[in-house]
């Protein structure tokens, strides 16, 4: 099983920045693929941003431009580096982690984005 903790979130201004972490508990390289999920208020959990392990990624239309998933191997930690947010980034961001043919998830943490 993998273990996820998010950290970092917190409310900011519009057009304003925050980076997100999420350290897992076991070495990332052996995950297949880490991303980062948001779940607006009233709504269903989507994509944000996805890296298979080989490096490539993938990133919602919304926030393409905007936000940058990294990664360091070395601290078992994934990034979301969130620049010109705005009110409708508001959400609780997840971190999710496929590996065993499962997904596995962290609790959450929350994004609120002020006008």
């Known amino acids: 099983q993998v273990q996820l903790m998010e950290s970092g979130g917190g409310l900011v201004q519009a057009g304003g920045s925050l980076r997100l972490s999420c350290a897992a508990s076991?070495?990332?390289?052996?995950?297949?693929?880490m991303g980062w999920y948001r779940q607006p208020p009233g709504n269903q959990r989507e994509l944000v941003a996805r890296?298979?392990?080989?490096?490539?990624?993938n990133y919602a239309d919304s926030v393409k431009g905007r936000f940058t998933i990294s990664r360091d191997n070395a601290k078992n930690t994934v990034y979301l580096q969130m620049n010109s947010l705005k009110p409708e980034d508001t959400a609780v961001y997840y971190c999710?982690?496929?590996?065993?043919?499962?997904?596995?998830w962290g609790k959450g943490i929350l994004v609120t984005v002020s006008a």
């Open positions: 076991e070495a990332i390289f052996k995950i297949d693929a």
């Open positions: 890296m298979a392990t080989g490096g490539s990624t």
């Open positions: 999710g982690a496929q590996r065993y043919g499962l997904t596995f």
